[in-house]
């Protein structure tokens, strides 16, 4: 399909833009695959994939030959990496630029879904830190967790708000990430039906859309932090002219990514792109000079505290009457359970981190909380019915029973279909597949009841 001849016509001016070979890019060339592992899970790629390159501006990023059918790998069910265009990835470079990773962090990842940046984010921040990640639309909400509850970290959230009731949280976040919603041209090329809905007049709410975000959540944000803007869009509105209305309305600083690695970013083909009016520093990814998707990128400091900070309440730590019972049952299910904290709601229970605490309560207080820590179960008699958000985490101590399958096997319990292996302790037992959890079955005498949420199930068979 041609592109908008309204898009090139836009672009002509714009630093970097090659017409003749932006243009034979999208029309012949294969967009390329790329994941990111998770360091949590696995120091190296599975064998069964077959990697090319690396990704030059990311830790944990890897281009594949080919894409393979996903959907029937259970080591992508079982989190242990993220399918991830390669450009986005630029987050991390951006990140390590502008912030000490050593540091506990607050971060604030606005517009989420589906997770991969969030999932990126949570790869780089200590134990200590704190991930919110945000999706204003409640089944994309439900995606997020999703891919945040296979990632397995403790510290990460999910809040299912719109942008405005950030503003509540008065100068909280040390960190915003804002990957703003936008008309999505630089997928063209991934997404060809794209082009039938793009039109100027979808860019100018976009970029209408950008600014409203931007300035509702803009308090959320302490003076000194850094606000990380993306989008995965070409066009100069939702790009550069965002980059001088956040210098002009929101009086942020404009920070140069490059600076220092200039012979590197034009090693990678990154074009460093300023803003007409106040020069404000930005990055473009042109799919025929990057192995990549089409990206923007750029940072800001805060420079004003013109905020109300947000109540910080006093915490005392708080123990229900059968704390001692809960803990000799939680204990049997969590590794170093002395580390964490719990709280129940609605008679399910969730792990968290117990510096987290006050913040638990501030997010509480003011935003929808979607996910809190690690949702471990519910107790029933004198066990735990176990949730399959704390089989996919990395808090199983080593005596929990594990029922490991064969690929044929891992599919059928991906789809949840009938299966019976030779052995099995009776009970409950993590299913695995090559040592990575993939869920929760209760194996009896006759039979084996699987418990893999019906909503995540495979639903079609391999060819």
Not at 377 to 406: C, N, V, W
Not at 443 to 457: A, C
Request: aromatic fraction near 12%; charge should be neutral.
């Amino acid at each position: 399909m041609p592109l908008p001849q309204a898009l090139l016509d836009s672009l002509s001016q714009v630093k970097g833009f090659q017409h003749d070979s932006f243009v034979k890019t999208h029309l012949l060339a294969d967009s390329p695959t790329s994941i990111r592992i998770n360091p949590s899970k696995i120091a190296t790629l599975p064998p069964s994939l077959q990697i090319a390159d690396p990704v030059q501006w990311s830790r944990y990023g890897h281009y594949l030959v080919e894409r393979p059918i996903f959907t029937f790998d259970p080591l992508f069910h079982a989190g242990t990496y993220y399918v991830q265009e390669a450009s986005s990835m630029f987050l991390e470079f951006a990140l390590r630029k502008t912030v000490d990773l050593e540091n506990d962090l607050r971060i604030l990842d606005l517009c989420a879904a589906p997770g991969g940046k969030s999932t990126l984010i949570a790869s780089l921040i200590t134990d200590g830190s704190l991930l919110v990640s945000n999706e204003v639309i409640r089944s994309r909400a439900n995606i997020l967790v999703d891919n945040l509850s296979k990632w397995g970290q403790i510290n990460t959230y999910v809040t299912n708000n719109d942008p405005k009731e950030f503003a509540r949280l008065g100068g909280y976040f040390d960190v915003m990430v804002v990957d703003a919603p936008c008309s999505g041209s630089g997928l063209f090329r991934r997404d060809p039906e794209a082009v039938e809905e793009w039109s100027l007049d979808n860019v100018t709410l976009c970029y209408q859309r950008q600014q409203r975000i931007l300035a509702d959540a803009w308090d959320s944000l302490k003076e000194g932090g850094i606000l990380l803007y993306s989008t995965c869009s070409y066009s100069k509105s939702e790009n550069e002219d965002i980059l001088d209305w956040v210098v002009d309305k929101l009086e942020a600083k404009s920070i140069n990514l490059g600076k220092g690695d200039e012979q590197s970013l034009q090693k990678w083909g990154v074009v460093g792109t300023e803003s007409d009016k106040y020069g404000a520093y930005g990055f473009r990814f042109f799919p025929d000079q990057v192995k990549g998707e089409g990206f923007f990128i750029s940072a800001f400091q805060k420079t004003t505290a013109d905020y109300q900070p947000v109540a910080r309440p006093r915490v005392k730590p708080q123990r229900t009457k059968s704390f001692r019972m809960e803990k000799s049952i939680f204990e049997q299910w969590v590794k170093n359970l002395d580390n964490y904290s719990w709280f129940d709601k609605n008679d399910s229970f969730f792990l968290f981190n117990p510096s987290h605490e006050q913040d638990l309560k501030i997010l509480q207080s003011n935003l929808y909380i979607r996910k809190a820590g690690i949702l471990l179960g519910k107790i029933g008699g004198k066990d735990l019915i176990p949730e399959h958000e704390l089989a996919l985490s990395t808090l199983l101590p080593k005596h929990i029973p594990t029922l490991s399958l064969q690929i044929d096997q891992a599919i059928s319990y991906l789809r949840r279909d009938d299966f019976m292996p030779e052995t099995a302790t009776k009970g409950w037992c993590a299913v695995t597949f090559e040592g990575h959890q993939l869920g929760w079955a209760k194996v009896l005498s006759n039979r084996i009841n699987n418990y893999y949420p019906k909503e995540l199930r495979i639903m079609s068979r391999p060819s």
